[in-house]
């Protein structure tokens, strides 16, 4: 029993690892971010098609959502990379659950609890201070991508929570969803393509966001909800570590600072939640 959770807790781990590459490979990339986001997500959904043994959609209300959701939350994260630091992208995503809490108060008209108040006030102040701290106007746009990335990614969240819903179902239609960006690519003047641009982007789609899908899911079947939500926490840590080695990027101390206090309220947030036994989806981005 102990050895499979070990086994489960490496899985989770080299997913958040890979996830956490990103930001930094992302920027490498001179492309629009249409084009990205569409070769990245058909790579991606490819190694699901061999992943899963068959090209089929199964549709319904729920996977098209979820799927529409997943499609705006890659691309808005792709966008937030291209205009602001890789670091407040991140950490913006980062703040889904928050997001959940609202749609729970919202949609299915569920009190907050306590907890759920300071978590969101909290998680408000810190991304308060990544737009103080940003308020030109390049890094405002990639701060509003990455906010509205972690609000989709929530949706995405809050769909895969249904019981009727099949989330690796939503992921594949998720990925799909970038045949309609086709065009961007043949219209795309930055569409440069050499030996590095190509290894490059057959990374963020095989293996940032295909396999990393394919570690986790096979991760959080041997490992503890506990120890999944406190390993994933390694990704917006070490996304903008990765940044500053790669591409020599370095967001600002302030910027840094809040991160790590909404990276904390979230993480403390998480564990608070499962241990009083509420299910909270964790999955990729």
Not at 4 to 15: T, V
Not at 36 to 53: D, E, H, M, N, Q
Not at 147 to 158: D, I, Q, Y
Request: charged content about 10%.
């Amino acid at each position: 029993m102990q050895n499979q959770q070990s086994k489960g807790n490496l899985f989770i781990f080299s997913a958040a690892v890979l996830w956490s590459f990103g930001g930094a490979f992302i920027k490498l990339i001179p492309w629009s971010p249409f084009s990205l986001a569409c070769i990245r997500g058909l790579t991606a959904a490819v190694v699901f098609i061999f992943y899963r043994k068959s090209v089929k959609v199964h549709l319904s209300r729920t996977t098209l959502l979820g799927g529409a959701a997943l499609f705006l939350t890659t691309l808005s994260f792709i966008i937030a990379n291209k205009y602001t630091t890789s670091a407040n992208a991140i950490v913006l995503q980062y703040t889904a659950p928050i997001y959940v809490i609202l749609f729970h108060v919202f949609l299915h008209r569920q009190r907050p609890e306590r907890t759920d108040l300071w978590a969101v006030i909290l998680t408000f102040l810190g991304i308060v201070v990544f737009f103080i701290d940003s308020m030109d106007a390049g890094n405002m746009l990639g701060n509003i991508m990455g906010m509205f990335s972690g609000v989709s990614f929530a949706f995405v969240l809050f769909i895969s929570s249904n019981k009727n819903a099949k989330p690796v179902d939503i992921y594949y239609t998720g990925y799909l969803f970038n045949l309609f960006l086709i065009p961007f690519v043949f219209a795309d003047s930055h569409l440069i393509i050499n030996i590095k641009i190509i290894f490059v982007a057959l990374f963020l789609g095989i293996v940032q966001m295909g396999l990393s899908y394919i570690l986790f899911s096979k991760g959080i079947q041997k490992t503890t909800a506990i120890s999944a939500s406190v390993i994933i926490a390694i990704e917006p840590i070490l996304n903008p570590v990765w940044a500053l080695i790669i591409i020599g990027e370095k967001p600002s101390f302030i910027s840094v600072m809040a991160g790590l206090f909404v990276v904390l309220v979230i993480t403390v947030y998480n564990l608070i939640k499962i241990k009083r036994n509420t299910k909270e989806p964790l999955l990729p981005d």
